[in-house]
């Protein structure tokens, strides 16, 4: 009896920990929910106490042990408390006091009916944001494999087969085969109008994806997985010009590296993206001083994948180490470290970086991190550290990592319940990231902070193109 409701429980965490991603319906999570602060009460303590140990010391590591070892705790304190309950009713009966039913479902009942209405008088009321920019989301495509350089979009065969690909499909409704990009661009656009609805003069920050280049430069397919060539970008973001803000992707190693600059800077960027562990390249390398030294001098933000990665084939995972920025920073350039440099509650205490990244802002002011993916399932410890870091706080940019979804489940005791079943079923990615960090704490000035950093650039950018045009009158 014990086990089958530890099964059930088990099932339950599943069912809305995967569902939360997606958008259940709220009657579904709160039934749910239901199950798993009663009867489920036991499994969900020994899930919980697994989660909270996991990732924290080297041997305690790692999904599949994390897996079983949850599953198992769970099991071991529901059965406990059910052998305990029994003992307390057995001995009840023995001294004449045996449990009636009558009076424990009235007993349950009245605590039942106390707690809704002690839930309703403190649920939480929401400051409204009139103003959000989301400082990072993806723009996919697939035109087949391998692309045309500079031309079209593409995802290798190895991203195809990459746990992220059939959940993310699946959650856009695209097609499993064909030409993704027209399907892709419906999907964003309908969910940025969305948002837009109810925050007026939301903006999304949207990225393009280099691919990885050989020592000489020239584009390696063969070891790339992801391509978004930034005349695509642009041809999407001019679409939508008051929707999106383009942020354009250079790797720095190509050989035509300042021609491409200089063409998202004809564009209008003022943002850019590199990816080390998937585009294969060092950010520390001195040979990429030049490139930098360009993009400060140009105003233009350098937005960096650092800590770790799981959505695509990596070269390495040592390349999201936030110490490799420093070249970048000391060339001057604006420097946002993309996921704060976290991991994965269940990877080893040494992929963490946010500790650095943090040391590291005392030194440069020039450098910013984002909360890309720190709402989905597995970074649960990311955002409440960052709100317990007061010296990170100011340097922080709202970001999504949209289409990649962001799970209230897994924050679900630090939400008042009435916040986590409205989140669960959320199904507007780009809100339920909002309302999520907002309701963990974030301030209010991380959500428009991608729009000071960016306006501010593009303002140093208009007066230099001022300056500029003045000498060339003269
Ligand atoms: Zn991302």
């Known amino acids: 009896m014990a086990?089958?409701?530890?099964?059930?429980?088990?099932?339950?965490?599943v069912a809305l920990?995967?569902?939360?991603?997606?958008?259940l319906s709220p009657a579904f999570a709160i039934v749910g929910l239901f199950w798993l602060a009663t009867i489920g009460l036991p499994t969900s303590l020994g899930v919980v106490l697994a989660a909270s140990i996991w990732g924290r010391v080297e041997p305690l590591s790692g999904l599949p042990g994390f897996?079983?070892?949850?599953?198992?705790?769970?099991?071991?304190?529901?059965?406990?408390?059910?052998?305990?309950?029994?003992?307390?009713?057995?001995?009840a009966k023995a001294k004449g006091q045996a449990w009636k039913p009558n009076r424990v479902l009235t007993v349950l009942g009245t605590i039942g009916v106390l707690a809704t209405v002690g839930l309703?008088?403190?649920?939480?009321?929401?400051?409204?944001?009139s103003t959000v920019v989301d400082g990072h989301a993806h723009?996919?495509?697939?035109?087949?494999?391998?692309?045309?350089?500079?031309?079209?979009?593409?995802?290798?065969?190895?991203?195809?087969?990459?746990?992220?690909?059939?959940?993310?499909?699946?959650?856009?409704d695209l097609p499993a085969q064909g030409d993704l990009n027209e399907a892709y661009v419906r999907a964003l656009v309908s969910q940025v109008q969305e948002a837009r609805r109810a925050i007026g003069s939301f903006r999304v920050v949207l990225l393009a994806q280099d691919c990885r280049y050989t020592e000489e430069g020239d584009p390696d397919w063969e070891n790339s997985s992801v391509y978004v060539p930034n005349n695509y970008l642009f041809r999407v973001v001019s679409r939508y010009p008051d929707w999106f803000?383009?942020?354009?992707?250079?790797?720095?190693?190509?050989?035509?590296?300042?021609?491409?600059?200089?063409?998202?800077?004809?564009?209008?960027?003022?943002?850019?993206?590199?990816?080390?562990?998937?585009?294969?390249?060092?950010?520390?390398?001195?040979?990429?001083?030049?490139?930098?030294?360009?993009?400060?001098q140009s105003g233009v933000c350098i937005m960096v994948h650092t800590g770790a990665e799981h959505s695509a084939p990596i070269a390495s995972s040592s390349l999201g180490d936030p110490r490799l920025l420093e070249l970048a920073l000391e060339e001057g350039c604006t420097v946002i470290a993309a996921h704060s440099g976290t991991k994965a509650f269940f990877e080893p205490p040494g992929e963490d970086h946010f500790q650095q990244l943090t040391a590291m802002m005392g030194q440069y002011p020039n450098l910013y991190a984002d909360t890309a993916v720190l709402g989905s399932l597995f970074r649960w410890r990311c955002i409440p550290t960052i709100v317990r870091t007061p010296t990170a706080l100011p340097r922080m940019v709202h970001?999504?990592?949209?289409?990649?979804?962001?799970?209230?489940?897994?924050?679900?005791?630090?939400?008042?319940?009435?916040?986590?079943?409205?989140?669960?079923?959320?199904?507007?990615?780009?809100?339920?990231?909002?309302?999520?960090?907002?309701?963990?704490?974030?301030?209010?000035?991380?959500?428009?902070?991608?729009?000071?950093?960016?306006?501010?650039?593009?303002?140093?950018?208009?007066?230099?193109?001022?300056?500029?045009?003045?000498?060339?009158?003269?």
Not at 3 to 13: D, E, G, H, P, Q
Not at 146 to 157: D, F, M, N
Not at 441 to 467: C, H, V, W, Y
Request: net charge positive; aromatic share 10%.
């Open 3 to 13: 086990l089958f409701a530890s099964l059930i429980s088990l099932v339950t965490w």
């Open 17 to 23: 920990g995967v569902g939360a991603n997606s958008g």
């Open 67 to 91: 897996l079983i070892f949850a599953a198992a705790l769970g099991a071991v304190f529901q059965c406990l408390t059910f052998i305990a309950v029994r003992g307390l009713a057995t001995a």
């Open 120 to 129: 309703w008088m403190t649920r939480p009321t929401r400051m409204p944001l």
């Open 139 to 172: 723009l996919f495509g697939d035109q087949g494999w391998p692309p045309v350089h500079k031309e079209t979009c593409g995802l290798s065969p190895a991203q195809k087969a990459n746990h992220t690909y059939p959940i993310l499909t699946r959650l856009l």
């Open 245 to 296: 803000i383009p942020c354009p992707s250079i790797n720095p190693q190509r050989k035509d590296w300042e021609a491409e600059l200089d063409y998202c800077l004809a564009q209008g960027a003022r943002v850019l993206k590199i990816h080390p562990p998937t585009q294969g390249v060092n950010p520390a390398n001195p040979r990429f001083r030049a490139f930098y030294r360009k993009c400060a």
């Open 399 to 474: 970001a999504s990592d949209w289409p990649f979804p962001p799970n209230a489940m897994v924050f679900w005791h630090r939400l008042h319940p009435f916040t986590l079943v409205r989140l669960i079923s959320e199904k507007n990615l780009f809100l339920r990231d909002i309302l999520l960090k907002q309701a963990l704490g974030m301030p209010p000035q991380t959500f428009i902070q991608a729009a000071r950093l960016f306006d501010s650039n593009n303002r140093k950018a208009m007066l230099r193109n001022e300056k500029n045009s003045k000498t060339n009158a003269l």
